[in-house]
């Protein structure tokens, strides 16, 4: 279907001498019935001295396949789509005008920093989000009515939502973000509503706050562990609120993923998912839709739900086990409308909205500093309107998010040109947004996850104190190639 993202495109296949040939010019040798003994991987002639496999070509893989071979180690990447980026999604066609849209991961803080190093590194500029847009309102939609400028709360809404935060910059504090148990596990047992209750949120201000953490966390606050929201905000401790989601890769942030694909050439192998790793204390051994392939470690950079669908032979330790088969995704779908002009700006409007409207949920301009006389708008449904969107059939989820729309920008009816839908959730290779972690889950998961099973590691936005973010990802990747260290 032309809405879905790549990996729902039929995977290509390369012929047996192909799988060979790619093989031996990694330095990767293909395994026989036996598992490495301790002896050492063969080497092709010419070959680095280590090896090392990574599973997934998302923003967490290629960062570590990167700073792995500049530590001198040969890479091979696996990747089951016939892309790199994972759910960094950047969406072209059918959008006219060469406008675009993220379906996946936009938005770019002010403090993070490696995902903006490697802007640099790769010649790719960042565009200032809603540059030229100070002097228009959002809206707020709420029971039918539109009003222009950010929701009110009143006077008291106010003070319980700041006694709320208050709380939670307090609580905060003390924690160790790659640590949080430590001194914050007794949080881990409490959800986010829980701490609303025990505040005194009610009313408007508690329903205000509630959308807020499900479009934060694609999850409702009362299966959202309160824990992992205070470890979120610890690790984001010196970001003020003008800095959030200040930035975009200009021309589409899967630019990056490409360029860092493009770096490690031949090194990625698309379209070639992994069944099967079996590992011992010699090395591991990857059984792919091409053949079995040796190596001395192994980066499982893949979201929690596709590690799902691997066997593992001895199985992962019970915890990490329980953790990849247990922890839940938040789950969102992005619906991106392009309309033939942006009628929205001529009502000195910028596009942004907060709606009641289930089929609509959050809205925001994605083409806000692009050419062109068309205007993209983003409909982001998330946690239970999310899930009820992903449910719907393509032709109905569209139709449902562009009526939506038209109430809550009346100027959009009969612009709309084109339409695409991004429901996550349905996606066997993401199965959801990303993580989130439910009441009971960071303390026992967090940092075992963190650890080594043997010579497998784990990396991801699910492993960094961020959570969710494409820096989170990256900064996932970099660590746990710096734990691998030189080959």
């Given amino acids: 279907m032309r809405d879905m993202p790549a990996e729902e495109i039929r995977q290509a296949t390369s012929t047996r001498r192909e799988a060979l040939a790619t093989a031996a010019a990694a330095g990767l040798t293909l395994a026989g019935a036996h598992l490495l003994t301790g002896s050492g991987v063969p080497r092709a002639e010419g070959a680095p001295p280590g090896q090392v496999i990574v599973v997934g070509a998302g923003l ?32 072209r066609d059918p959008f006219m005008q060469r406008q675009h849209a993220e379906g996946g991961g936009e938005f770019i803080d002010t ?43 009143g006077k008291q809404g106010r003070r319980q939502t700041n006694r709320f935060w208050n709380r939670i910059e307090s609580m905060a504090e003390p924690l160790d973000p790659f640590d949080p148990a430590a001194r914050g596990g007794r949080y881990d047992r409490m959800s986010v509503v829980d701490l609303m209750d025990e505040v005194g949120v009610t009313g408007r201000a508690r329903s205000v706050l509630v959308r807020d953490f499900e479009d934060e966390y694609a999850v409702h606050p009362g299966r959202t562990s309160l824990l992992m929201a205070l470890t979120a905000e610890r690790a984001a401790w010196s970001q003020g609120e003008a800095g959030v989601e200040k930035f975009r890769i200009s021309g589409g ?66 915890r990490l086990t329980e953790a990849i088969n247990g922890i839940p995704y938040g789950t969102t779908v992005k619906t991106v409308i392009q309309y033939s002009s942006r009628a929205w700006k001529k009502q000195e409007l910028t596009g942004s909205a907060i709606t009641d409207i289930p089929s609509v949920g959050s ?90 099973n043997g010579r497998i590691w784990l990396a991801g936005e699910h492993l960094d104190p961020t959570f969710g973010y494409m820096e989170s990802a990256i900064r996932s990747g970099s660590r746990v190639a710096g734990r691998i260290g030189p080959a």
């Avoid at 967490?60 to 789509?81: H, K, N, S, Y």
């Avoid at 493009?262 to 990625?268: E, F, I, K, N, W």
């Avoid at 569209?398 to 009526?403: G, R």
């Fill in 60 to 91: 967490a893989g290629l960062t570590a396949a990167i700073e792995l071979r500049d530590a001198g180690w040969g890479v091979t990447v696996f990747e089951a789509r016939p892309r790199p980026g994972g759910r960094v999604y950047t969406i």
């Fill in 111 to 153: 403090t993070h920093r490696r995902i903006r190093a490697y802007a640099r590194r790769f010649d790719l500029p960042l565009e200032l989000i809603d540059r030229g847009y100070d002097r228009l309102d959002d809206v707020f939609f709420r029971k039918g009515r539109r009003r222009r400028g950010y929701r009110s709360l």
């Fill in 253 to 318: 942030n899967a630019r990056l993923c490409f360029a860092m694909a493009r770096s490690l050439g031949p090194a990625v192998r698309y379209s070639e998912p992994v069944s099967q790793i079996a590992h011992d204390a010699g090395g591991v051994e990857v059984t792919t839709s091409q053949g079995t392939y040796a190596a001395d470690q192994l980066v499982l950079a893949v979201p929690l739900p596709a590690a799902r669908r691997i066997e593992f032979t001895p199985a992962l330790r019970p």
């Fill in 363 to 452: 809205v925001w301009e994605a083409t806000d500093q692009q050419k062109g006389n068309a205007g993209i708008l983003i409909s982001y449904t998330s946690a239970d309107r999310g899930a009820q969107a992903a449910k719907l059939p393509e032709r109905a989820r569209l139709a449902a998010s562009s009526k939506g729309m038209r109430r809550v920008f009346p100027e959009v009816a009969g612009r709309r040109v084109r339409a695409v839908s991004v429901p996550w959730p349905n996606l066997p290779l993401s199965g959801g947004a990303y993580i989130a972690y439910g009441p009971g889950q960071i303390d026992p998961y967090f940092t075992d996850m963190q650890e080594p």
